[in-house]
């Protein structure tokens, strides 16, 4: 998986986490219900959308997929986890779907279904725990922001890691984020770690092709995000290691026109300070 710029052949970021014959998406970027659609997994098995954070390179699936539940008639409740704003971002979502909802197949007289019936939002904060089936779910507030602890952007904006144990397997999730010694205990042992990963130079000198009219202020507050809130190779492999991971495998790859020789750069990096197996992901791999 890529992002947030679109590539021919990386969706934005969308996991799906499958148990059984129930599934859950983990992160829901643009392209998810098209990529779903060349799986073995239908729509009405997946039973809730995890959320890490709200930028929109990890929520624009959402309509996609909350529309075509309703224009399907799903009508299974699938719960939406995510950080605060959350309810405010689904809700927004749901109201845009009012005039196709009401239109519907165009019959006079047609009853008209409530999309908000089968949709719960739940919220979540630092050190939240829930189950998904049999699965034990921990958050933990990781390192893509970094506002002041207890200002109000601080509660009004998370960002989350996900841990997830199921009866012989574990898998943490980093979603965005720069080091964090959070993730690095959420990831403890894990038999699986899904990571991020940027390249800050290639991405910047991208950000410069396709915008070299930008302020040089504005640069270099971009380039101050990339390299705080974000893996490099380096610091994936780190992470891996000082986690005690059995393997390591790579999603969100944030690295524009990256080839194929850039990718076992990359490898080489993160095997600098890991030694386990690690992997790049392409879209539709299966771990």
């Given amino acids: 998986m890529g992002g947030p710029i679109a ?13 059984g014959q129930d599934a859950y998406l983990v992160d829901c970027g643009d392209g998810t219900v098209e990529r779903l659609a060349r799986t073995r997994i239908r729509l009405q098995q997946v039973r809730a959308i995890l959320l890490s954070h709200l930028h929109f390179d990890h929520t624009a699936g959402l309509a996609g997929v909350l529309g075509l539940r ?25 109201a ?36 998904l089936g049999d699965i034990a779910v921990t958050a933990r507030q ?42 690095e205990q959420l990831a403890q042992g894990a038999d699986l770690l899904v990571s991020e990963m940027i390249d800050v130079q290639r991405t910047l000198d991208n950000v410069r092709r396709n915008t ?19 893996l490099t190779p380096e610091q994936v ?32 990096r993160i095997g600098a300070a890991y030694n386990g197996p690690a992997v790049i992901a392409q879209d539709l791999d299966e771990f």
């Avoid at 969706?11 to 799906?16: I, R, Y």
């Avoid at 009508?75 to 749901?94: C, F, N």
């Avoid at 207890?150 to 890691?161: E, Y």
């Avoid at 290691?241 to 080489?268: E, F, I, N, R």
């Fill in 96 to 131: 845009s779907m009012r005039p196709a909802v009401e239109a519907g197949y165009g019959l006079p007289g047609a009853p008209v279904a409530n999309p908000t019936d089968a949709v719960e939002v739940i919220e979540l904060v630092d050190g939240a725990s829930f189950k």
């Fill in 212 to 230: 070299p009219n930008a302020a040089g202020d504005a640069l270099s507050g971009i380039g101050d995000h990339l390299a705080r809130h974000h």
């Fill in 70 to 94: 309703s224009q399907t008639n799903v009508d299974d409740k699938l719960t939406i986890y995510g950080p605060p704003g959350t309810k405010q971002l689904v809700s927004g979502l749901l």
């Fill in 237 to 268: 492999g780190q992470l891996a290691a000082h986690a005690g991971v059995k393997s390591l495998v790579v999603t969100h790859l944030v690295a524009p026109m990256a080839t194929a020789g850039d990718q076992l750069g990359y490898l080489a």
């Fill in 7 to 19: 590539a021919p052949d990386r969706s934005q970021p969308a996991n799906l986490l499958v148990r």
């Fill in 142 to 183: 990781n390192t893509h922001y970094s506002f002041a602890v207890g200002s109000d952007a601080d509660r009004r904006f998370k960002s989350l890691a996900f841990r997830f144990e199921a009866p012989g397997r574990t898998i943490a999730y980093t979603g965005d984020t720069g080091p964090s010694p959070a993730v």
